[in-house]
T-cell receptor, first 116, second 111 residues
Framework: GAVVSQHPSRVICKSGTSVKIECRSL??????MFWYRQFPKKSLMLMAT?????????EQGVEKDKFLINHASLTLSTLTVTSAHPEDSSFYIC????????????FGQGTRLTVV | GENVEQHPSTLSVQEGDSAVIKCTYS??????FPWYKQELGKRPQLIID?????GEKKDQRIAVTLNKTAKHFSLHITETQPEDSAVYFC??????????FGQGTELSVKP
């Protein structure tokens, strides 16, 4: 199957700093990628749709100035958590799919963010 | 927007028994319904999926059924094994490629 790689897998940062998470499709091009957030023992909550070459589409209730998304190429989307606070601590995971239609979505390995 | 409800939240079965997890969705435009297995701290792994033009699909011990009229789909695992223990998520794709997930079911298979 297709491979989606996410980096870093774990990051600890201080309150007030920003953290960038990368999501790469290694063997296919993706015009759209998706960012999810998952709290412990909870579901995956869709945060935003990352669109190559244009602005991301954020889900209701997600602060676009807090979670900056950039999709500068067909294989890379980045999520930057700005001015991080302890409540931003979570598991962030991206996904992408090789084509359109009802094809399988592939997930990155996730990033465990801890803000201290 | 799409809303996916999943039940039960926890399920405990004896090894060899069957397990059934049920989901309902709200958006009739949804046309793709995958099921994922997620182990702690890991990425979700697709175990089976079904498209809206199909009513049932089976893959060895795993089967999924879809009732479009009722907006309901279910996961069936037969002959459960301890390694089936994990959190299972259903999802629906309303369009645009995004997936909306159910709340998850923590399945425990006791030897």
């Amino acid at each position: 199957g297709a491979v989606v790689s996410q980096h870093p897998s774990r990051v600890i940062c201080k309150s007030g700093t920003s953290v960038k998470i990368e999501c790469r499709s290694l063997d296919f091009q993706a015009t759209t990628m998706f960012w999810y957030r998952q709290f412990p023992k909870k579901s995956l909550m869709l945060m935003a749709t990352s669109n190559e070459g244009s602005k991301a589409t954020y889900e209701q209730g997600v602060e676009k100035d807090k979670f900056l998304i950039n999709h500068a190429s067909l294989t890379l989307s980045t999520l930057t958590v700005t001015s991080a606070h302890p409540e931003d601590s979570s598991f962030y995971i991206c996904s992408a799919r090789p084509g359109t239609g009802n094809t399988e979505a592939f997930f990155g390995q996730g990033t465990r963010l801890t803000v201290v | 927007g799409e809303n996916v409800e999943q039940h039960p939240s926890t399920l405990s079965v004896q090894e060899g028994d069957s397990a059934v997890i049920k989901c309902t969705y709200s958006d009739s435009a949804s046309n793709y319904f995958p099921w994922y297995k997620q182990e702690l701290g890991k990425r979700p792994q697709l175990i089976i999926d079904i498209r809206s033009n199909v009513g049932e699909k089976k893959d060895q011990r795993i089967a999924v059924t879809l009732n479009k009229t009722a907006k309901h789909f279910s996961l069936h695992i037969t002959e459960t094994q301890p390694e089936d223990s994990a959190v299972y998520f259903c999802a629906a794709r309303p369009g645009g490629g995004k997936l909306i997930f159910g709340q998850g079911t923590e399945l425990s298979v006791k030897p």
